[in-house]
């Protein structure tokens, strides 16, 4: 990995957590992204792979990650991918087609979601609303673990600490029996009601403007930085 790649490795870690901290955590959009992330259950894998060879640098990491029963919510982030919401959309359901096929039964381990940085807010159902607050600086999969969803969905946190009930009480109250998706969306519009979209969309597009700022230095240098020059990839 040259110099220069490290840096975008970085830079893209950087403006993810910045998603992450300042939109996920702060506007409490998902009820244990912190303290996943906190208790080291959280991974980010900056994939710098094109189209083609980004499905199979996907796959290692999804193996690697199933195969790590810590690690229960992972992000696949594309900051050189240049594809559109909706081609990008095509890009993910492709990624599960491809995993699913490798799974005896289809047994994937993980639920992938796609993430994309140009969606607007509708504010008229809670579905509608969703892209708006996937908004992530890069194109990003998320890749969450299917065991963990199903203790989320039956409501039966025990065997790990990564589901905390204190904070689960929208999503898994009495007699609530909307689809657990329909449950986070609908409390996400409520959310986004309270704060005021013209709130979360500031944080967003801070963040979408440091990217702009930070992928601009970085390109720029690409192009007057001879190539080929490369250094031992660092453990992260």
């Known amino acids: 990995m040259s110099h220069l790649d490290e840096e975008w490795v970085r830079e893209a870690e950087r403006l993810h957590?910045?998603?992450?901290?300042?939109?996920?955590?702060a506007f409490g959009l998902c009820p244990w992204a912190q303290r996943a992330r906190l208790e080291g259950q959280?991974?980010?894998?900056?994939?710098?792979?094109?189209?083609?060879?980004?499905?199979?640098?996907?796959?290692?990491?999804?193996?690697?990650?199933?195969?790590?029963?810590?690690i229960?919510?992972?992000?696949?982030?594309?900051?050189?991918?240049?594809?559109?919401?909706?081609?990008?959309?095509?890009?993910?359901?492709?990624?599960r087609a491809v995993d699913d096929e490798?799974?005896?039964?289809?047994r994937a381990p993980f639920a992938l979601a796609a993430f994309h940085p140009d969606?607007?807010?509708?504010?008229?159902?809670?579905?509608?609303?969703?892209?708006?607050?996937?908004?992530?600086?890069?194109?990003?999969?998320?890749?969450?673990r299917m065991s963990t969803l199903d203790r989320v969905r039956r409501g039966t946190p025990s065997g790990t600490q990564f589901v905390d009930v204190a904070t689960l009480d929208w999503s898994v109250s009495l007699g609530d029996t909307k689809p657990l998706r329909e449950r986070i969306a609908g409390a996400n519009l409520e959310t986004v009601r309270r704060a005021g979209v013209q709130v979360v969309s500031a944080h967003l597009d801070a963040?979408?403007?440091?990217?702009?700022?930070?992928?601009?230095?970085?390109?720029?240098?690409?192009?007057?930085?001879?190539?080929?020059?490369?250094?031992e990839e660092v453990a992260r």
């Open 17 to 25: 957590e910045r998603y992450l901290i300042e939109v996920v955590e």
């Open 207 to 231: 963040i979408q403007s440091d990217r702009a700022r930070t992928y601009r230095a970085l390109e720029a240098r690409e192009a007057c930085d001879p190539p080929g020059v490369v250094v």
């Open 102 to 106: 490798r799974r005896p039964h289809g």
């Open 72 to 95: 229960d919510i992972g992000f696949l982030v594309f900051p050189r991918l240049k594809l559109g919401r909706l081609e990008f959309d095509r890009f993910v359901a492709h990624l």
């Open 42 to 70: 959280t991974r980010t894998s900056i994939m710098l792979e094109a189209e083609g060879a980004a499905v199979g640098a996907s796959m290692k990491t999804l193996d690697a990650w199933a195969a790590d029963e810590h």
């Open 119 to 144: 969606a607007e807010p509708n504010m008229l159902h809670a579905e509608r609303l969703v892209p708006f607050l996937r908004r992530t600086p890069d194109p990003c999969v998320q890749a969450v």
